[in-house]
């Protein structure tokens, strides 16, 4: 088969994925980087799930559930945070249910819906699981200081742009939130009334409130 051929006998040498994509084209080795960094994630959460028997969805629901407010843990938000749909999340629920690692809060003013709390197994579960992407930090902090402030900056506009785009259905940056001012030469936070360093910048922010469409900076 000649080099650069698929099995079908269709050239693809500008797909971004093949090895011989041109070296010139940044933005695509980018894209298959962090393909591949996608795939060390779920190596390591996947792991850690093994080991616990769980699935990795139950493991990230309990870590989320227990760094976030209560209006973000409910089955419809959880299905938006996860891009899953709302039986995906109630099956997880129900498991976790069933192991005893969470609870059901049903005291908001829709009885209907509920509110997913830990229980203290789920607690610990947690804590046994939340440093599970270790590894991606230890290898992320051998990179100097100057590009890693750099990359952070390219991360948290791409994850506002999917976002604007329709990919990624929940987003919590400074970029779409109401209470960010930029500057041509800084970033202000209203309700911080400070200045931002480029590493100040929030991809969970717990006090975002969502601008207007049409009026983000």
């Known amino acids: 088969m000649p080099v ?3 099995p079908t006998g269709i050239f693809m040498n500008n797909s971004m994925f093949h090895p011989n994509h041109p ?3 940044t933005s695509a080795k980018i894209v298959a980087g962090l393909e591949r960094i996608s795939e060390a994630f779920k190596v390591l959460l996947w792991d850690k799930a093994k080991q616990l028997g769980l ?3 139950q493991i990230q629901i309990l870590i989320f559930v227990a760094y976030h407010k209560d209006a973000l ?5 959880l299905a938006k945070e996860f ?3 709302k039986p995906t999340i109630s099956d997880a629920i129900k498991a976790l249910d ?4 969470i609870l059901k809060d049903y005291s908001s003013s829709d009885s209907r819906s509920y509110t997913i709390v830990l229980s203290t197994s789920g607690k610990a579960v947690v804590a046994n699981t939340e440093h599970f992407a270790q590894p991606l930090q230890q290898a992320i902090q ?3 200081e100057g590009d890693l402030e750099t990359v952070f900056e390219l991360m948290s506009k791409l994850i506002y742009s999917l976002n604007r785009a329709g990919i990624l259905t929940v987003q919590r940056t400074c970029f779409g939130c109401t209470f960010y001012a930029p500057t041509e030469t800084t970033h202000y936070c209203n309700l911080l009334q400070k200045e931002l ?3 100040e910048i929030r991809l969970d922010c717990p006090e975002f409130v969502a601008a207007e469409v049409g009026s983000e900076q």
């Open 73 to 77: 843990c409910n089955v419809s938000q």
């Open 23 to 25: 070296e010139k084209d």
């Open 142 to 144: 051998q990179v100097p």
């Open 83 to 85: 891009n899953v749909t």
């Open 98 to 101: 069933a192991k005893g690692l």
């Open 197 to 199: 360093l480029k590493t």
């Open 4 to 6: 650069g051929q698929s």
């Open 55 to 57: 699935s990795p969805i």
